[in-house]
Structure formats: C-alpha cells, structure tokens
C-alpha cells in the first residue's frame, strides 16, 4: 500500500512539475537599439522636435536603459555593448577598427549573443558591425549571431560573405 501511495505522489509531483513548465511565461523580446551620434535630446520621448514614432512606441512598451557611459566612436561602443566591458580592457578604446587594420573585438571575449543563445534566445544583428573583419572569426555570425545582415565594416563596406546587401533595405525588413 504505502509503496502504491509512493507511485502516486511521484506521479503527481511530474504532473505539477510539468504543468508548471507549460504555464511558464515565455521569454520576452530583447532589442538593442545602438545609434551613432544619438544625442540624450534626439529622440520623440525625450522631447526632442524630430518626430520617432517607432523608437517611442519601443521605449514606452520596454525597459529603457538610460544610465550609462556612452563611447566616443562605433568600434569602442559596440565592443562595450557586446562585451559589457570597458573598450580599454579590450584595447578598442581610442578609434574604430580601419579596413587595413588587422584585429578586432578579442576572440576570447564572450559577447551578448552568445550569452543570449545559451538561454535559448535566437539572434539576429543588422546594421554595422564595425569590430573586426580581418578573419571570419571576427565577424558577427563568428561572435553568436545566428543572422547578420549589413556591413562588416564601417561606412558602406558591405560585403558579406561574397553577397552585397543593401544597408538600409535590410535595416527597415528588420525594423518594419
């Protein structure tokens, strides 16, 4: 009897267990949204005259993260923002990755999308990458994006993988 009754609680302890794992809430959408040269003021919700619709819709359905350091060019700022990390500890702190330049973001630095896959998020990064382009390990789909769809390099560079993609074409499929 109690070896009965034993069966029963361990089959009533799954079933809880997995009707708790099927009323668990999805995971949210994350989207980072990193512009250049985008001042505090330049945006609709702050108050600004120039009209963002889009991004103040974004801004008053999620978090907004508006507490940081920001940097003073692309390479140095897209390299905090993947890595977390200071663009000093990584050597990415004075200018950006030129084409002749042969490094880019450490390939032992663990990036955002990497952590993002290991919790079962898909990723997808459009626009410039700008942290190295030197070796294929460099680049973005290298660094845990699933898809990448822009330029690897700065300032209309965009050749990827041997395709050409328009910029601002994938830019609004991706935003549209």
Known sequence: MMNQFRKLALFVSMLLSLAAV???????????????DLGYADVGYHGSEIKTPTLDQLAAGGARLESFYGQHVCSPARAALMTGRYPMRMGLQTFVVFPGHSYGLP?????????????????????????????????????????FYGSILGRGGLLHQGKRWLCRLATQWCVA
């Open 107 to 147: 390939l032992d630095e663990r990036t955002l999308p990497v952590a993002l896959k290991e919790v079962g998020y898909k990723t997808v990064m459009t626009g410039k990458w700008h942290l190295g382009h030197y070796k294929q390990a460099y680049w973005p789909q290298s660094r845990g994006f699933d898809h």
């Open 22 to 36: 099927a009323a668990a809430p999805a995971q949210p959408n994350i989207l980072f949204v990193l512009a250049d």
